[in-house]
């Protein structure tokens, strides 16, 4: 039975994961493998958000301390699922303006913003870690494909091509593959792989149940998955040819919702789970073992943990009442609120500036 996703106004974290990777894909052939662009902890980067504080819901920036917020969008519509680039130069994102989607970019301060599609049926794009490519699912062509595209929205180029549906496409960290999910054996959604143009397409999940949310780690070896083929949702991981798939929760409760994403070392997984019957932030090491509660809050929900480029942990939650952006260490301590607005603060990504960044060939 195909599980229903639900997409909501949503900012997300893009390639802050990505580290040296000796694979590439088959595609290149004999050529040299991509520059790697590695992140490391730093202080000096700029949080992004999306919030309805000003009415409709529009993209924000603040510090890592959550001081001086700036507006970056002022149109029409719903912005959401806004991606920054690694080195924080650019960012795309969604407009939903009376139900027509477009993928817009933008510099990081808000200005040069361009519609780069024009169908009114496209969204969810994400950078490539060179920031070449954007790969993005539009239903243009009757059903929701992966399709990808130049920066400037120039040639946009179909990479599935079936007759159902194809969503959650995520980049590798050396950016020569791409993850993603498809219903198109049987109707059931597994995790599928191919190369960056399209070629190699393979199931990497061919069991009973559902698999959804690929995520990669550090170092391109693993992707993380959520599944059901325990009978519950619990967390998996699978080496990136799909196998030695592991379950590392093993909790009657549903575990995986929202996002995921390592530990720059690769050490630790936060995620989120209702094993305390609410939503709450666990972390645990990156093989399963010991899971722990961060937040501990039986009153409220969190949600969506993604690590900070200073070592925190930002996520959203709603223990004052409405939802707010947080952030604390990797065992709880230092919680803050960020945003501390009535509004409701969404999900959010993080941009690092070049000061955090090495590159290595």
Same mark, same amino acid.
């Given at each position: 039975?195909?599980?229903?996703?639900?997409?909501?106004?949503?900012?997300?974290? @893009? !390639?802050?994961?990505?580290?040296?990777?000796?694979?590439?894909?088959?595609?290149?052939?004999?050529?040299?493998?991509?520059?790697?662009?590695?992140?490391? %902890?730093?202080?000096?980067?700029?949080? =992004?958000f999306?919030? /309805?504080?000003?009415?409709?819901?529009?993209? $924000?920036?603040?510090?890592?301390?959550?001081?001086?917020?700036?507006?970056?969008?002022?149109?029409?519509?719903?912005?959401?699922?806004?991606?920054?680039?690694?080195?924080?130069s650019?960012?795309? $994102?969604?407009?939903?303006?009376q139900?027509?989607? =477009?993928? =817009? @970019?933008?510099?990081?301060?808000?200005?040069?913003?361009?519609?780069l599609?024009?169908?009114?049926?496209?969204? $969810?794009?994400?950078? +490539?870690?060179?920031?070449?490519k954007?790969?993005?699912?539009?239903?243009?062509?009757?059903?929701?494909?992966?399709?990808?595209?130049?920066?400037?929205?120039?040639?946009?180029?179909?990479?599935?091509?079936?007759?159902?549906?194809e969503?959650?496409?995520?980049? +590798?960290?050396?950016?020569?593959?791409?993850?993603?999910?498809?219903?198109?054996?049987?109707g059931? %959604?597994d995790?599928?792989l191919?190369?960056?143009?399209?070629?190699?397409?393979?199931?990497?999940?061919?069991?009973?149940?559902?698999?959804?949310?690929?995520?990669? +780690?550090?170092?391109?070896?693993?992707?993380?998955?959520?599944s059901?083929?325990?009978?519950?949702?619990?967390? =998996?991981?699978?080496?990136?040819? !799909?196998?030695?798939?592991?379950?590392?929760?093993?909790?009657?409760?549903?575990?995986?919702?929202?996002? $995921?994403?390592?530990?720059?070392?690769?050490?630790?997984?936060?995620?989120?789970?209702?094993?305390?019957?609410d939503? #709450?932030?666990?972390?645990?090491? @990156?093989?399963? @073992?010991?899971?722990?509660?961060?937040?501990?809050?039986?009153?409220?929900e #969190?949600?969506?943990?993604?690590?900070?480029?200073?070592?925190?942990?930002?996520?959203?939650?709603?223990? %004052?009442g409405?939802?707010?952006?947080?952030?604390?260490?990797?065992?709880?301590?230092?919680?803050? /609120?960020?945003?501390?607005?009535?509004?409701?603060?969404?999900?959010?990504?993080? +941009?690092?500036? #070049?000061?955090?960044?090495?590159?290595?060939?």
């Amino acid at each position: 039975m195909k599980r229903m996703s639900v997409w909501g106004g949503v900012a997300i974290v @893009s !390639g802050l994961l990505v580290m040296a990777c000796g694979q590439t894909g088959g595609f290149l052939g004999g050529h040299a493998k991509p520059a790697i662009i590695i992140p490391r %902890e730093t202080s000096d980067f700029k949080i =992004y958000f999306s919030s /309805n504080r000003d009415g409709g819901r529009e993209l $924000f920036r603040m510090d890592p301390d959550g001081e001086h917020p700036i507006r970056l969008t002022h149109s029409s519509g719903t912005k959401y699922f806004a991606v920054v680039t690694l080195d924080g130069s650019g960012v795309v $994102f969604v407009n939903n303006d009376q139900g027509k989607r =477009y993928i =817009y @970019s933008m510099t990081a301060d808000g200005t040069n913003q361009q519609r780069l599609t024009d169908t009114g049926m496209d969204e $969810f794009p994400r950078w +490539s870690p060179d920031k070449k490519k954007i790969i993005f699912i539009s239903a243009r062509d009757g059903n929701r494909e992966v399709y990808v595209m130049n920066p400037d929205g120039s040639d946009q180029t179909r990479l599935t091509r079936t007759e159902i549906d194809e969503t959650d496409a995520k980049w +590798s960290p050396d950016g020569t593959r791409i993850a993603y999910v498809s219903t198109r054996l049987g109707g059931d %959604e597994d995790i599928y792989l191919m190369n960056a143009d399209g070629s190699g397409q393979r199931n990497l999940t061919d069991t009973a149940g559902l698999d959804w949310n690929p995520f990669w +780690s550090p170092d391109g070896t693993r992707i993380g998955f959520v599944s059901t083929r325990d009978g519950n949702r619990e967390i =998996y991981t699978m080496n990136a040819d !799909g196998s030695d798939a592991a379950n590392l929760t093993r909790n009657p409760a549903d575990d995986g919702s929202g996002m $995921f994403t390592w530990s720059l070392d690769g050490r630790y997984l936060p995620f989120v789970t209702r094993r305390d019957g609410d939503r #709450e932030i666990y972390i645990m090491y @990156s093989d399963g @073992s010991n899971p722990r509660n961060l937040t501990n809050t039986p009153d409220a929900e #969190e949600d969506d943990p993604v690590w900070l480029p200073d070592g925190r942990i930002l996520f959203v939650g709603n223990k %004052e009442g409405n939802w707010d952006l947080f952030a604390m260490n990797k065992d709880g301590s230092g919680l803050t /609120n960020l945003t501390h607005n009535p509004a409701d603060d969404m999900r959010s990504l993080v +941009s690092y500036n #070049e000061g955090g960044l090495d590159r290595k060939n």
